[in-house]
């Protein structure tokens, strides 16, 4: 979380399953992930690291769906 920049793509998407996020399907190199709550979020790699800004939209979406629990 602290440094989303140096998140490797394996470890994003296993924090994403950890989250209860579910892979809904790939289309090119995107991958579309769900919440349990319905949102959405496109995620790839580059050159096996996570994109700091998805890691961010994530981080944003997650936190505000937690405080609507």
Do not use: C
């Amino acid at each position: 979380m602290n440094n989303p920049a140096d998140l490797s793509f394996d470890d994003f998407r296993a924090i994403l399953k950890h989250e209860g996020w579910v892979f809904d399907h790939q289309t090119g190199s995107h991958q579309i992930w769900y919440s349990t709550k319905g949102s959405r979020l496109s995620i790839q790699s580059n050159k096996g690291k996570a994109k700091s800004y998805q890691v961010k939209q994530f981080l944003q979406q997650n936190e505000r769906e937690k405080k609507h629990d």
